[in-house]
């Protein structure tokens, strides 16, 4: 993901058959395989990381600070650090990003909006005379 290792680490996952009626609120890392019918939100979105497999469909709000999406998300996904738009991704809605790595292939129904972070990214020296 744009040439940084992943800190993150899944620790939960939702399996190609599951279907989820209902929100998920999760803490560190979470793949989702099956289809989720709600919204999909990191409790702290500081460090968390979703991935939304090829095979995976999101019907709801996504909100975290990594997302890697290779499936399908209706809805409006907001990634508060980096975001990576996998070959076989699509998503009809609004995109909220930091961060964007997007491949050939991706489709985004939607606005794209880059979110500045609260830091400057730019620094200015001050000199000493």
């Known amino acids: ?18 279907i989820v009626e209902g929100n998920i609120t ?16 990191a409790k702290e979105e500081e460090g968390s990381m979703l991935i939304v497999s090829e095979h995976a469909k999101i019907e709801g709000e996504v909100r975290v600070a990594q997302l890697v999406i290779n ?27 930091r961060a964007l790595e997007m491949h050939g292939g991706a489709v985004v129904s939607g606005k794209l909006t880059y979110e500045q972070s609260e830091e400057p990214v730019l620094k200015l020296a001050m000199s000493n005379t």
């Not at 999760?26 to 939100?41: A, E, P, T, W, Y």
């Open 71 to 97: 499936g399908e998300i209706i809805g409006p996904v907001h990634s508060s650090e980096v975001l990576e738009l996998q070959p076989k991704a699509r998503i009809t809605g609004d995109v909220f990003y």
């Open 1 to 18: 993901m744009l040439g940084r290792k992943s800190k993150g680490t899944i620790d939960s996952l939702i399996g190609l058959s599951t």
């Open 26 to 41: 999760f803490s560190g890392g979470l793949r989702i395989d099956g289809h989720v019918k709600g919204n999909v939100c």
